[in-house]
């Protein structure tokens, strides 16, 4: 595949390379994510996967290589400018106000510009409040709103989360393991949730249950010591022997 100028790409990472005390993390690390794509990176321990988003967020700076989301260099920008430029991301644990409202924690989120807790203090706007609404129905949580969400189950934390990033309409999310734990109807919930919000916007999801990523991928990147091991669809990427060698086979 030859990429011309990169111009059709969500994101596009290019000689991506991370070294900590001289051993390579990530190593000459290059793929692209198409518009609406879900893609997911699997590989093992050790491989590089949380720390390829920790590169695209900002939150790690690489020692060399090209992050380019919507053709705008990523990564010479602090963290901050990379939420405003349209990239979200969720971490493992929750980081959710548990003695507030879910209406509270979506709500906080909402962009005014105003640190976290400026917009308690808002009137609420009409704007606001559909907004609101609108991410909590896409997240599954309209029955759950007027309730602190320390009551919500392991699984409807995960999705207010999500929510809370969706209500900054980023185009591009990155979740890192967003089933671990959840229950299997919730990971089948899951499943469905991110397709629809992969409508219009780019998902990057680092999974490990296989039956996982083969029900939400459209392209599967194997990570292996930093670099790229096998891309492909879900059923590509399994019969890979290189692939059952080096992950799947333990």
């Not at 459209?218 to 292996?224: E, M, Q, S, Y």
Request: glycine fraction near 8%.
């Amino acid at each position: 595949m030859s990429h011309g100028s990169n111009t059709d790409f969500v994101l596009a990472v290019e000689g991506l390379t991370v070294s900590f005390d001289g051993f390579r993390a990530v190593d000459d690390l290059s793929f692209y994510v198409d518009d609406s794509e879900i893609r997911v990176i699997i590989g093992p321990n050790g491989a590089g996967k949380t720390t390829v988003l920790d590169l695209i967020c900002g939150r790690t700076r690489a020692t060399a290589g090209s992050v380019r989301f919507r053709n705008r260099e990523l990564t010479q920008l602090r963290e901050h400018d990379i939420v405003r430029a349209g990239v979200g991301r969720k971490f493992q644990t929750p980081s959710i106000y548990d003695d507030l409202t879910v209406f509270e924690n979506l709500e906080i989120c909402y962009p005014r510009g105003r640190g976290v807790f400026g917009s308690l203090f808002f009137r609420r706007d009409q704007a606001v409040i559909d907004k609101v609404r609108e991410v909590a129905a896409t997240v599954l949580l309209t029955e759950r709103l007027e309730e602190p969400a320390a009551l919500l189950s392991h699984g409807q934390k995960q999705w207010l989360e999500i929510g809370m990033l969706l209500i900054q309409d980023p185009q591009l999310l990155m979740l890192d393991e967003p089933v671990a734990g959840m229950s299997i109807t919730e990971r089948r919930q899951t499943a469905d949730l991110l397709r629809r919000i992969s409508q219009g916007r780019s998902v990057i999801v680092i999974e490990h249950d296989m039956d996982f990523v083969a029900e939400i991928a459209d392209r599967v990147t194997v990570l292996h010591q930093g670099r790229i091991l096998a891309e492909g669809s879900a059923e590509a990427v399994k019969q890979d022997p290189q692939v059952i060698d080096v992950y799947l086979g333990h």
